[in-house]
């Protein structure tokens, strides 16, 4: 089963780095992220990846060129200016036969088991899944009582209500009846179009999940590497 990563954005919002290097190249514990997400996939018996590369797309291809770690690996140039829906688009040819295939991005990990992931898309036969999570939340959350004294305060703590998009999606080949062109931007028509004929599903998982959107979160990252020697599996 193929695992496609979405690798060619400019990643304006952390550019202390990426003036230089792709988003997905910004090193965790002097490790690629690209590579922390490609070993959550092949953790679990998934080790076909293709990245639809663009911004800086060249320093992904070389890195991975000869990788002994993972030897089914494809960079496809996606193009400096395709959106996400584009990119995946323009990886049509390689996907339609196709039974499903993962995608996500090269920003973000998880310690969901994704044979169970697998398990929900098989069992519900929709065109789409995806991951839905918690994420916790910028600032410190107060309870005040009546008379202003503060009853708790939990230091960013995770949402209780409310679910986002996690990005770790399974698509059929009928996704690209969806995509109109290679400006499609995948998280607004076609998932709106997904919507509209009850093909998409949420996975929900409350559990753990980081997304590297920017220097503060990149930090985290690094912090919880530190502790952990991994920032997706804690066994």
């Not at 494809?74 to 995608?103: A, C, Q």
């Not at 991005?105 to 992931?117: A, C, S």
């Not at 107060?142 to 998009?165: D, R, Y």
């Amino acid at each position: 089963m193929k695992v496609v990563i979405l690798a060619g954005g400019k990643g304006s919002r952390i550019s202390y780095y990426t003036q230089t290097i792709p988003k997905p190249m910004i090193k965790i514990g002097n490790i690629p992220m690209l590579t922390h997400i490609m070993r959550l996939f092949k953790n679990f018996g998934f080790e076909e990846f293709i990245i639809a590369s663009g911004y800086k797309g060249n320093l992904i291809k070389n890195f991975y060129k000869n990788s002994k770690e993972f030897k089914k690996i494809e960079v496809i140039d996606t193009g400096k200016n395709s959106m996400t829906g584009g990119r995946l688009l323009k990886l049509k040819k390689k996907l339609i036969k196709e039974r499903s295939f993962f995608m996500t991005y090269g920003d973000g990990v998880t310690n969901l088991n994704l044979r169970k992931l697998l398990d929900f898309h098989n069992k519900h036969k929709k065109i789409a899944t995806v991951t839905a999570v918690r994420p916790p939340v910028k600032f410190g959350e107060m309870e005040i009582s009546s008379s202003n004294f503060v009853k708790s305060f939990i230091e960013k703590p995770q949402l209780t209500s409310g679910w986002i998009n996690g990005g770790f999606f399974i698509l059929t080949p009928k996704i690209f009846d969806y995509i109109k062109n290679y400006k499609t931007i995948f998280e607004r028509e076609p998932i709106k179009g997904l919507t509209k004929s009850k093909q998409i599903l949420a996975y929900k998982y409350p559990g753990y999940w980081k997304c590297m959107d920017n220097l503060n979160e990149k930090n985290q990252l690094e912090e919880i590497f530190k502790k952990k020697k991994s920032i997706w599996s804690f066994k």
